[in-house]
Structures are given as structure tokens and as C-alpha cells.
């Protein structure tokens, strides 16, 4: 049985300055060690043949599929606030796959090789960070955030050198597509206006495809995309999830969380929470995170200008219109799940004031996020302080105050805060075991548990520990 790959590559039809074609290099010794069966058969691939030899030889980059054109990806981006030139340094996009219901993905292999855009780089990636990839991407799928997703991750047999030797591997990255705010920039910084149209249309049709028949298309994608980012970002915050690398190459057109390099969850709740050892302003930590989104959506706007209006100030006053919405969007989306994770089906003035008072209590209290609102959705608030008790009448009542049921309030809660999250020490100890010693059983009781978050089980309250004090402060570090 063949695995069913269906290719259509339309970035492929985008001028030839928007990438490089090339093929992946192939390694000595593949071996797979990770696939994900279940998002195979969603994607319409059967998961036989893709495990067989040739199909890990797919994964591997040592053998392109029939109907793929492999090519890396042009891109620029704003990292840590300054502008490079960047593209796919170590990432082959194989091509877009579309599935027996007509959804168009890309297919891409990180950690294939050099590519002209590699700079200094070998093109390679560690196992460990890419099993770290697959296990927080397909966690976030589960807890029901926009997100790429990990397909496959399989070993090469051969090394990667950063400070010491580790085990080399390519992961098998699904995405939406691979458009960012960055591709934006290289087209409006490198290309000319045609390209850059091109580009716009191109994303309006696979992304947004609505703004085809706006009055200004491109006034359409740029609110679109603020929208999705606010939302998305929305969503981070309220499940505590810490990017830390939010430069414009790494924040999506299709509005899908991207590179999981240096990320991690909050444990106690602190806005200063920054886990990554490079970002030592704390310039993408958890407080920071929308903020940071609306300064990238800013740099798209600026890169969209020539297509918003013929004449610059017009458009400069039509981006800003829009950049400007930013804020109230993102504390939309924001409260609409502030409320759903409080019970609240009803809005009451006073209520941004109940929420904002219990993270401040988190924070002086210390206590851990994600646990906070498991102890409020299982109805265990076992606290002696006054303060936090205070709050609970407050809250309690304002529960009262609606016209459903307390079961209700308790369902609405259990839908909307994750019982898990996948904490960082127990993310570690997955890794180690399948990195150190080629054990994978922890990896997948961890993305077992992971894969339900709401589900509320027996069997998951062990991963809902918060790390012993031993294991902080959590460090990230991004030689991936
Ligand atoms: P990231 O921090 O993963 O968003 O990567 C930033 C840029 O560095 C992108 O252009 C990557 O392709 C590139 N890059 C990261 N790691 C490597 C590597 N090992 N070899 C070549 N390029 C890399
Ligand atoms: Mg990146």
C-alpha cells in the first residue's frame, strides 16, 4: 500500500525569489521514532506505509515523494527587535499535501540539510528538542489551539555537535502553511511591489480567502491576520503557555502557533515569567506576549503599506487604524475565555475586576496557574488565607448571579481549564528517557495524557503536580 501522498504545490507557482529549490540531505542510518497516527489518518495518509521503510526513508529526506518539489523558504524577520535576513535555514518544505477533504497543509522536514539560507548554521536539528516540538505542538493541539502539528520525527544515525554530541533527527512539520510575518518583510524589503502583491494574494486566497471580494483586499488580510494573532495570542495567556521567541519569522499569516524552540508553561503565575536563557530583557515574557504580537502585526502593516493605498499617507493612516485595534481585540478574545474559565456565561461589568483580582492574588501568593483553576473547576479551593477566600464568596456569588445551574458552571469550567498541562520537569523526564536511553514509554503515557486535557481523569492527576521547587526556575536554551 502506498501512504497516499496527494501533492499540490502552489508556493511552488510564486515567483522564484521567494525560495530556493533544493533537496533534503539525505542521512546514513534513519530510523523512526515517532509517528503520529492519528493526524495520518486525518490527513488522509496511511500510517502502514509511512512507518514501512520507504515511507521513513520520505521522513528521513532520503527519498522525495512523487508530486513534492522541495524548496526552502525565503524569509526575513525582526529577532529580538532587529532585522535579518533569514529564511530556511534547516527546513525543506516538501510541498502541500491535500487531503481526501480538500484541505491544503504543508509538509515539512526540519533538520534536512543546508540550504542557501543556513548562514552558519549545519541545517540539522537534535532529537530531543524535535520529540520537545512534537510533544508541546500536539499538546496544544489538544488543549484547542491553532498550531502546526508534528507528524513524524525520526533519528539519523548521524550526530549534531552543539556543546556537546547529540543524537541528529528531522522532524516532519504539518502546517496551515509556512507564510509569516516575516515573508511579508523579505517580500516589501527585497522584492518589488508585483511580488509583494503576489505574495498578498496568494495568502488572501489560501488564508482569507473572503477578502477576494473586499473592497481593499489587503486592508481585509491585514485585519484578518490582527484578529487571528489576538486571538491567538488569547489564548496563550490563558492557558499559560510562554512562547519565547515571538520574532516576526516565527508568528504565522494563518494566525497557527509556530517554532517550539524555546517555550514552555507557566507554573506559578508571574507576568515576568521568561524561561528562554537568551532573552535576558524578558522582552517575550508571559506578560509581554500581546504586546510583542502587536508589534509584529505592526511590522506587517508596514510591510503591506504599498498595497493598503497608492498614496503612502493614506496608507499609513489606514495600517495604523488597524494596528490600533489590536488591543481591544486581543481583550475581547481575552475575557470571552477569562469568563469561560470562571463559569461565566453572563458579562457583568465588574467582572474584569473579579478576574484581575484573582491574578493578583495568584501572584501574591504564588500559586500555580493552571492548578488555580483546576481547584476552582473540581471545587477544591483548600486555602487558609483570608484574601483567597474573601475572593471565592465573591466569586460564588457572582456565579449565583446567573441563570443556569451550578453542574453547568462546572461543565462550562471543566471545557475551558485543562486539568494539564505538559509541565515542564515532566516534558524533561520524557525526553531523557528517550534520548538517554532510546525509552520512549514515558513520551507516550506523557502524550497520552496530553491528548485529552480536559478530560479530568483519575489516571492524569499525577501529571497535574506542579514541579517541586527543586526543578525551578525552569530554563529553556535555544542551541536546538
Ligand atoms: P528559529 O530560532 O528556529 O526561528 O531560527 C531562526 C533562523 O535560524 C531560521 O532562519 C532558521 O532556519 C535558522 N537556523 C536555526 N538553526 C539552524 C541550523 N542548525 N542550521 C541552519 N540554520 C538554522
Ligand atoms: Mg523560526
Redesign the pocket.
Known amino acids: 500500500m502506498d501512504a497516499n501522498w496527494n501533492f499540490d504545490n502552489s508556493y511552488a507557482r510564486l515567483s522564484e525569489r521567494f525560495f530556493a529549490r533544493l533537496q533534503p540531505t539525505p542521512v546514513s542510518d534513519p530510523e523512526l521514532v515517532m509517528l503520529n497516527r492519528s493526524l495520518a489518518e486525518e490527513l488522509g495518509l496511511h500510517a502502514e506505509a509511512l512507518a514501512s521503510e520507504e515511507g521513513v526513508a520520505v521522513f528521513a529526506g532520503n527519498r522525495v515523494p512523487e508530486g513534492a518539489e522541495p524548496l526552502a523558504q525565503a524569509y526575513a524577520g525582526h529577532?529580538f527587535g532587529y532585522f535579518n535576513m533569514?529564511?530556511?535555514?534547516?527546513?525543506i518544505l516538501l510541498g502541500e499535501h491535500v487531503t481526501p477533504s480538500g484541505e491544503r497543509v504543508d509538509i515539512q522536514l526540519k533538520g534536512s540539510g543546508?540550504t542557501p539560507?543556513?548562514?552558519g548554521?549545519?541545517?540539522?536539528?537534535a532529537l530531543g528538542p524535535m520529540l520537545r516540538e512534537y510533544i508541546i505542538s500536539e499538546a496544544m493541539h489538544a488543549l484547542h489551539i491553532p498550531t502546526t502539528r508534528s507528524l513524524a520525527v525520526v533519528t539519523t544515525g548521524e550526530v549534531v555537535i552543539r556543546e556537546t554530541e547529540l543524537p541528529g533527527a528531522v522532524l516532519t512539520r504539518v502546517a496551515a502553511s509556512h507564510l509569516r510575518v516575516g515573508t511579508f518583510q523579505y517580500a516589501a524589503r527585497f522584492l518589488s511591489k508585483e511580488e509583494l502583491q503576489q505574495l498578498a494574494d496568494y495568502a488572501i486566497k489560501r488564508h482569507y480567502p473572503n477578502g477576494e471580494h473586499a473592497s481593499n483586499r489587503y486592508v481585509f488580510l491585514l485585519e484578518e491576520v490582527m484578529k487571528k494573532q489576538a486571538a491567538l495570542v488569547a489564548n496563550w495567556q490563558l492557558v499559560g503557555f510562554v512562547h519565547g521567541?515571538m520574532?516576526t519569522?516565527?508568528m504565522t499569516i494563518s494566525g497557527e502557533t509556530i517554532?517550539y524552540?524555546p517555550c514552555a508553561f507557566m507554573d506559578v503565575y508571574d507576568p515576568k515569567t521568561v524561561f528562554s536563557s537568551i532573552d535576558t530583557q524578558g522582552r517575550y515574557a508571559y506578560g509581554n506576549q500581546p504586546y510583542m504580537a502587536g508589534w509584529n502585526i505592526a511590522r506587517l502593516a508596514e510591510s503591506l503599506l504599498p498595497l493598503l493605498h497608492e498614496e503612502e499617507e493614506k496608507a499609513i493612516e489606514l495600517a495604523q487604524e488597524i494596528i490600533e485595534q489590536f488591543p481591544a481585540w486581543y481583550e475581547t478574545y481575552w475575557l470571552q475565555g477569562m469568563r469561560a474559565k470562571l463559569g461565566l456565561c453572563t458579562e457583568e461589568e465588574e467582572d474584569k475586576k473579579l478576574i484581575g483580582e484573582l491574578l493578583h492574588l495568584m501572584y501574591t501568593y504564588r500559586l500555580d496557574y493552571t492548578n488555580t483553576f483546576r481547584a476552582l473547576t473540581l471545587d477544591e479551593w483548600h486555602f487558609c488565607e483570608q484574601a483567597l477566600l474573601d475572593w471565592y464568596i465573591r466569586w460564588q456569588q457572582r456565579i449565583a448571579r446567573q441563570d443556569i445551574t451550578k453542574d453547568k458552571v462546572y461543565e462550562r469550567m471543566r471545557q475551558h481549564n485543562p486539568a494539564i498541562i505538559p509541565r515542564n520537569y515532566r516534558v524533561e523526564e520524557a525526553l531523557a528517557a528517550a534520548v538517554e536511553y532510546g525509552d520512549n514509554t514515558v513520551m507516550e503515557r506523557l502524550l497520552y495524557a496530553l491528548s485529552a486535557p480536559y478530560a479530568y481523569t483519575k489516571e492524569q492527576e499525577e501529571y497535574a503536580k506542579p514541579p517541586a521547587p527543586s526543578d525551578r526556575p525552569y530554563r529553556t536554551f535555544?542551541g536546538?
Open positions: 529577532q533569514l529564511g530556511d535555514g534547516r527546513a543546508r539560507y543556513s548562514r548554521g549545519d541545517g540539522r536539528a521567541v520574532n519569522d516565527n517554532d524552540g535555544c536546538t
